[in-house]
């Protein structure tokens, strides 16, 4: 006996586990290899035995077992491994068949036994290409008005295939709303280690990257989703819903090219329009410009447009807007549980630090808000004192029946928060504009995953892929240029945003829905005599 064997004699009579070296071994394309035990065919105790097999690249090693006899409870007394690319088998029982091709050119035996026994015999083979990798397919049908939680991976596994077909009954249309997270990949190109793919139609989309706003919309009632990993696939999830509707076109808004301009003619009160108002209203003090995008507005460029601030400390916490000469409208959530004595209307400015124009409120009207699904978020102050009207201060029109705005241009206004990126070159005291397309309502429900019901949505809907509302707008003017009258009409205040992250479409109380509701409770005010401007039909 050599003193290498001496020493593993004695290590195992003193320690009860002898630790073996390394197998090794290289393997050349059809050759053959038996793997056993070193008791084989009785059982062997106290091993940690491992086998580690390679073949030329490209290739794979394949293991056939027909005798495996691993006595352990748990697995906790000893077990046998199998690493063939993908998550490693355990096995720690008895088996007379078991086969596995790796994924890749080696392939990893491990025999551990501690107090428990364990035997085995098994055939490997060097194979010239790896097994093709085994394809998961899953068909899952969604019945109408119904949501299907379709796909649920908590952990992303090494070297799968996963194929989903998920089918809608007929007329029907599938939406899918998808969260992936992907991270700590080490493969060079993310997608080599993990591709979503999304499929209807003529239409596919792929994701690599963490994404939790995934959202494909389908034509017809059949969807394909298909996932694949590779080796290198990092850690994350990736959870999938779908929902089946009937009617509906999505627009697809995001991909309109934006061409948004305003003109010193809008709202000018001299120009002549084709139809008139009630009363005046909804005109503006605009220089001689042409406006691309967000900017500073001028000062009593819009003059129905109101800063809410706390009395004595002149904190601005909304926006609002002049209906009329004791009235101001904003939104439900601005106002909450805050009493009339400690709000004040700042007016006729553009800059929210300049209040020597406050008037503060007597009274506050709210509707029924629902904050789950940001419906009836509207509130009417009621003044102190009358504004009293002139070129820099008046009311904003109201719309008494619904406007045509779909994809049109609307302007939003507001002392809201500013990008990091702005803080440096604008002044956040100052009123900003900006441009804003109306998204249709159905659109928009569907990418808000239909938070509101459709049919009786009292709310409508912005987007812009580089400017948009934030915190502090909440209540403020969104106003569309009436080409009939050349004035501005009221026609939605901030209600629901993304957290400025640009990503979904803004949601704004739609006004038309509370023309009436608004005259009535002016009515019913404590200055009932309030007159609002609308268009003359």
Not at 33 to 42: A, C, G, H, T
Request: charged share 20%; glycine share 8%; with cysteine.
């Amino acid at each position: 006996m050599n003193h290498r064997a001496i020493i593993l004699w004695i290590f195992a009579i003193l320690f009860g586990t002898v630790v073996c070296e390394k197998r090794i071994i290289r393997m050349k394309t059809g050759e053959t290899l038996e793997l056993i035990n070193d008791k084989y065919p009785e059982t062997s105790q106290n091993v940690n035995d491992l086998w580690m097999l390679g073949t030329s690249s490209g290739g794979a090693i394949k293991l056939e077992c027909d005798d495996i006899r691993i006595n352990s409870e748990n697995c906790d007394e000893g077990r046998m491994m199998i690493s063939a690319g993908d998550s490693p088998k355990v096995i720690c029982d008895n088996r007379k068949t078991y086969s596995v091709t790796s994924l890749f050119e080696s392939l990893y035996v491990t025999l551990e036994l501690k107090i428990g026994e364990g035997a085995f015999r098994c055939k490997a083979t060097a194979l010239s290409s790896p097994a093709p990798i085994e394809k998961h397919q899953k068909v899952i049908h969604v019945e109408t008005g119904s949501t299907g939680n379709v796909i649920s991976h908590t952990n992303l596994e090494r070297v799968m295939l996963y194929e989903y077909v998920i089918t809608g009954d007929p007329g029907s249309k599938l939406i899918a709303r998808c969260h992936l997270a992907h991270s700590d990949s080490q493969a060079k190109n993310k997608c080599d280690g993990l591709t979503l793919t999304l499929t209807s139609g003529g239409e596919t989309r792929k994701y690599c990257e963490t994404d939790n706003r995934i959202i494909f919309h389908t034509e017809d009632d059949l969807l394909r989703i298909d996932l694949k990993t590779g080796l290198m696939v990092g850690s994350g999830y990736l959870f999938c819903y779908v929902k089946s509707i009937i009617g509906g076109t999505y627009s697809k808004y995001k991909n309109i090219a934006s061409e948004e301009v305003d003109s010193s003619e809008h709202g000018l009160i001299l120009k002549q329009s084709r139809k008139t108002t009630t009363c005046k209203c909804g005109w503006a003090n605009k220089d001689n410009r042409r406006i691309i995008y967000g900017h500073d507005a001028g000062p009593h460029e819009y003059p129905w447009a109101v800063s809410l601030q706390y009395v004595n400390i002149g904190f601005h916490f909304c926006g609002g807007s002049i209906i009329s000469e004791y009235h101001i409208l904003t939104a439900a959530h601005c106002i909450g549980n805050k009493k009339a004595q400690n709000i004040q209307v700042v007016i006729g400015t553009n800059n929210r630090s300049e209040n020597k124009n406050a008037i503060e409120v007597k009274e506050i009207i709210l509707h029924d808000y629902d904050r789950g699904t940001v419906q009836n978020d509207i509130a009417i102050l009621v003044l102190q004192k009358k504004i009293e009207f002139n070129q820099f201060i008046g009311p904003v029109c109201l719309p008494s029946i619904q406007p045509k705005i779909n994809h049109q241009y609307v302007t939003a206004m507001g002392w809201g928060s500013l990008a990091d990126s702005e803080y440096n070159i604008k002044d956040p005291a100052l009123l900003k504009e900006t441009k804003l397309r109306a998204v249709d309502i159905y659109s928009c429900t569907v990418d808000w995953n239909f938070k509101w019901d459709l049919q009786s949505a009292k709310v409508m809907c912005t987007w812009s892929n580089h400017t948009d509302i934030c915190m502090g707008d909440s209540g403020g003017p969104v106003v569309w240029l009436d080409p009939e009258t050349n004035r501005y009409n009221l026609i939605g205040m901030p209600a629901l945003c993304d957290g400025c992250r640009l990503t979904m479409p803004s949601v704004h109380t739609s006004v038309y829905h509370f023309y009436d509701w608004i005259q009535s409770k002016i009515a019913e005010s404590s200055e009932p005599n309030g007159k609002t401007c609308t268009k003359v039909e």
